[in-house]
Structures are given as C-alpha cells and as structure tokens.
C-alpha cells in the first residue's frame, strides 16, 4: 500500500468564538492510502486544546503512512494496526481512510463495515445488503458567542433553512450577555431544541445558579458547563442539575467514560478524541443502560473528517455534526447537513468527493 498527504486550510465563514478562544481557519492534513488501484481518504485538523499543530500532524501521519506498508491489503492493516501509540486524531484518520478503502474494494458503504462488532473481525465480514439502512441525523448547528441581535438573526435563518437543533455557545465574561443570547434565539427560532455549550467556562457555584435560568428558557442540555480535570465534580453537579449534562472534555477516553457512566446524562464522542469510529462504537456500547446516552460531535473539519462520524450518526441521541457547515468553502461533499439532516451514502466506502486539490506530499 501506498501513502500520500496533503495539508490544506480550512477558513471559516465567519470566526467562532466560545469561552476560551475565537477560531478563523484551521490546517487539515489528508491521508491517502492507494492499494491496487483504489484509494481511501482520511482526514486530521490542528487543534490548540488537544496540542496538534500541522508539524506534528504531518510527522504523525507520515510515519502511519510508513507503517501501512508492512500490511499487505488494507483489511489487514485495520484487523492489524496498534492501537494507543499516536495521537487519537491521527488514528482516526488512519482507520477512516482505510475504512474508506476497504468498503470500495469491498463495494459496501462504511455503516455496514461498522455493523460488524470489532476491528478485528471487520471488514471481512460486512452486514449483506437489505440490512441497515444508511444512516440519517438531524444535526445540531453551532451559533458562538455574538451579540443577541446576531444571534437571532443567524437562528432565523438556520430555522428556515430546516435546522431544529441549535447548540449556543456560552462563557462570556458577564453570564447576562449569554442568557440575553439565549432569549433572543429561543424568540426568533421558538420550535429549535436548544442545546448549551459553555466549554467549561463556569464554576460549579455560577452553574449551580444559572443551570434553572436555563431549564425555564427551554434549554435542553448542558455541555461540560465546569472546568474539565475535576470529572467527580461535573459528576455532582449533574446529580443536583435540573437540566442534563453533557461532558465533553472530560470524556475523552474510555476510561473516562467509564468512571462517568451512569453519573452524567451524556458524554460528547469526538472520533478526533477517542481514536476513530471504532473506538467509538466500544464506547456506545459501555454506556449502554447506564442512563448516559451518546452525543456524537465534531471538530470544525471538511466533510471528508465528519463523513466517518456520519455513518455512526443513527446511534446518538445528540449529533453535533455541523463541522463543515462553517467552512467558508468546504473542499469535499457527500454527507450533505444544508437543510438541518447530515446522511450517509449507500455509495461504497465513505461515499464522499474532493471538489479541489491542494498541496501534496509523498508519505
């Protein structure tokens, strides 16, 4: 097999500001992996919080790419792969890409190489066609920290347009600015489910005092309201909270899943953070019957890096998969999400398309 990369720069249609950063564009390395004539896509972005610069995402993903050459078919590598020895980012989009291949030679979407029940049995063993329909979800779509005016006029819109799920951010300096937000968006767009995004920005006192506000504005749930590293304390929280809570940050791994489950009311699985779908997939199924239910979010990325969450989308109760719908111009397509409802193809493999091409290197 051979491996190839190429780094290209998402911009943003417009900055997203949440509680402890404003982002504009982020840097998005695309692995490719070629095996007898067809090749499979991948894809991992920067991110200040999970400390990945192009450098390292470049250098990562390059020694991946080396390593794929040990294997002699991609379904091999994925049954074969190490697991824990790279950044969790990087490891999805190792096993997207070759998820990707192995469902074109194979000629079966993605969902159906994740019907099987681990990376070591799949994909020899794809559910047969007439199973599993390909996967739908009504994503959420993402309003930051904006003044209440645009606020409501951002959520007028994304109402017309057919969204019925808005997450808001929230953590801004005076905690009057995000419920005047709320209030505005709740008027302008009365039938959304509201969702709450403060990235941890509250103490568990301000949350203890602003979670009822938001229950009686008809807030939905809450994402990781406190400061993560203290998952005991969002745990207590969420025992005294009128509202569900999310966590987020503080579920990154299955461990930190494990010692969560059955104490919050959802936990935010990010393929970038817990290391792909399978990794996913073996976190769903340890908080099943716990009472914590599955959220399904994203890193701003193309669609190329959502299209794997996608094909998971059916099995969360949240999906936060709005990602590339803040691109300024997002470079692939296939999992649409315009009109509010992200959708898996039937197509083989991730059943997305490159609508450009940018830098490339040989890995």
């Not at 969002?234 to 990154?252: H, K, M, T, V």
């Not at 990794?279 to 994203?298: F, H, V």
């Amino acid at each position: 097999m051979k491996a190839t990369l190429r780094t290209v720069r998402l911009t943003l249609a417009e900055p997203l500001r949440i509680s402890r950063s404003t982002m504009s564009a982020r840097d998005a390395v695309w692995l490719t992996v070629e095996h007898e004539g067809l090749t499979g896509h991948g894809e991992a972005v920067t991110s200040v919080y999970y400390g990945l610069n192009t450098t390292v995402l470049e250098r990562q993903l390059y020694e991946a790419g080396l390593d794929l050459g040990r294997f002699g078919d991609p379904e091999s590598a994925l049954r074969g792969r190490p697991a824990g020895d790279r950044p969790p980012a990087v490891t999805a989009a190792v096993e997207a890409a070759l998820l990707d291949l192995c469902g074109k030679r194979s000629g079966v979407p993605v969902h159906r190489l994740l019907d099987a029940k681990s990376a070591r049995t799949a994909p020899t063993t794809p559910t047969p066609p007439g199973g599993r329909g390909a996967p739908s979800a009504r994503t959420a779509r993402t309003i930051g920290i904006v003044p209440a005016e645009r606020a409501a006029a951002q959520a007028r819109s994304l109402a017309d347009s057919g969204f019925t799920v808005i997450k808001v951010k929230a953590g801004a300096p005076d905690p009057e600015d995000d419920l005047a937000r709320i209030r505005a968006i709740a008027s302008a767009a009365p039938r959304a489910r509201l969702l709450l995004d403060p990235n941890g920005a509250w103490t568990s006192t301000q949350a203890l005092q602003l979670l009822p506000q938001y229950a009686e504005l008809g807030v939905e749930a809450v994402e990781q309201p406190v400061a993560p590293g203290d998952p005991e304390a969002l745990a207590r929280l969420a025992q005294r909270s009128p509202l569900p809570l999310i966590a987020d940050e503080d579920a990154a791994t299955y461990e930190d899943v494990r010692r969560l489950a059955g104490r919050v009311h959802g936990v935010n699985v990010k393929l970038a953070k817990c290391g792909g779908p399978y990794a996913a997939l073996r976190i769903a199924e340890l908080i099943q019957g716990s009472g914590t239910e599955l959220m399904l979010g994203c890193l701003t990325a193309s669609t190329l890096g959502l299209a794997p969450a996608v094909h998971l989308a059916d099995r969360a109760r949240w999906a936060d998969l709005d990602g590339h719908l803040l691109l300024a111009d997002d470079p692939w397509t296939g999992i649409g999400g315009a009109d509010g409802v992200v959708r898996a193809s039937d197509l083989p493999g991730l059943g997305v398309r490159e609508r450009r091409v940018g830098r490339e290197d040989a890995a």
